[in-house]
C-alpha cells in the first residue's frame, strides 16, 4: 500500500495550493479518503473527507476555503486549498479509512506534505 501526497510549499497568504494524494496497493474505490494536518506543536487534525459515495465533510476552519475531490480512475484524492492563512501552515497527511462488514478497519497514511503560509 501507498499514499503519495505532493503539491505542498510556500506560499503567500490569500494564495492557492492543490495538494494530490496518489494510493495504489488497495481497492480506492471503497475506501473514505482524507486529509489531515499537523502543526508545530499541536495534535493532528481533521481537514476534510471524502466518503467511497463522494459525500464530504470539512473542518470548521477551512469551509468555504478548501475543497477535496476525488477520482477513482486515477485512484487520487485532491484537496484544493484556497484564500490561505498562516494558520493553515502545517503538514498534510493523506489517510485511507475503509470499515468492512467484518472485521477490523483498513488505515493507511501517506508520508505528508508540508504546506507553509507567509503573512
Known amino acids: 500500500v501507498q499514499l503519495q501526497a505532493s503539491g505542498g510549499g510556500l506560499v503567500q497568504a490569500g494564495g492557492s495550493l492543490r495538494l494530490s494524494c496518489a494510493a495504489s496497493?488497495?481497492?480506492?474505490?471503497?475506501?473514505?479518503m482524507g486529509w489531515y494536518r499537523q502543526a508545530p506543536g499541536k495534535q493532528r487534525e481533521l481537514v476534510a473527507g471524502?466518503?467511497?459515495?463522494?459525500?464530504?465533510n470539512y473542518a470548521d476552519s477551512v469551509k468555504g476555503r478548501f475543497t477535496i475531490s476525488r477520482d477513482n480512475a486515477k485512484t487520487t484524492v485532491y484537496l484544493q486549498l484556497n484564500s490561505l492563512k498562516p494558520e493553515d501552515t502545517a503538514v498534510y497527511y493523506c489517510?485511507?479509512?475503509?470499515?468492512?462488514?467484518?472485521?477490523?478497519?483498513?488505515?493507511?497514511w501517506g508520508q505528508g506534505t508540508e504546506v507553509t503560509v507567509s503573512s
Open positions: 489517510n485511507a479509512h475503509y470499515i468492512p462488514h467484518r472485521g477490523a478497519a483498513y488505515d493507511y
Open positions: 496497493g488497495f481497492i480506492f474505490s471503497f475506501y473514505t
Open positions: 471524502i466518503t467511497s459515495s463522494g459525500n464530504t
